[in-house]
Nanobody, 126 residues
Framework: QVQLVESGGGLVQAGGSLRLSCTAS????????MAWFRQAPGKEREFVAG????????EYSPSVSSRFTISRDDARTTVALQMNSLRPEDTAVYYC???????????????????WGRGTQVTVSS
């Protein structure tokens, strides 16, 4: 079993920055792409950013591509999301996700990921 634990959420003013981190534990040798999703109240869960195991390929939602950066450590078990120039519309619960199945590139559908963290709240005030 793989467990994912997120950290780093909080309250920040618009224009500020936050760094989210997600650490995997357990059987981590089969983790392939890892990603961040978010869900705002009353909305569907949406893809934010993802990275392959090799770290060669990254994918971003157009709404964050110029502001957020995803990275993955050498052990391939921790993924971070650096969020800059935050906006009120970035307010959501952010979830870390991982797939234990080899994928081509970085899937953007939540259905492609079988491991999820419990989420961390990010609130951006105007």
């Amino acid at each position: 079993q793989v467990q994912l634990v997120e950290s780093g959420g909080g309250l920040v003013q618009a224009g500020g920055s936050l760094r989210l981190s997600c650490t995997a534990s357990g059987r981590t040798s089969n983790l392939y792409p890892m990603a961040w999703f978010r869900q705002a109240p009353g909305k569907e869960r949406e893809f934010v950013a993802g990275i392959t195991r090799s770290r060669v390929v990254t994918e971003y939602s157009p709404s964050v591509s110029s502001r957020f950066t995803i990275s993955r450590d050498d052990a391939r078990t921790t993924v971070a999301l650096q969020m800059n120039s935050l906006r009120p519309e970035d307010t959501a619960v952010y979830y870390c996700a991982a797939s234990e199945t080899g994928q081509l590139g970085v899937p953007t559908s939540p259905n492609a990921y079988n491991r999820w963290g419990r989420g961390t709240q990010v609130t951006v005030s105007s």
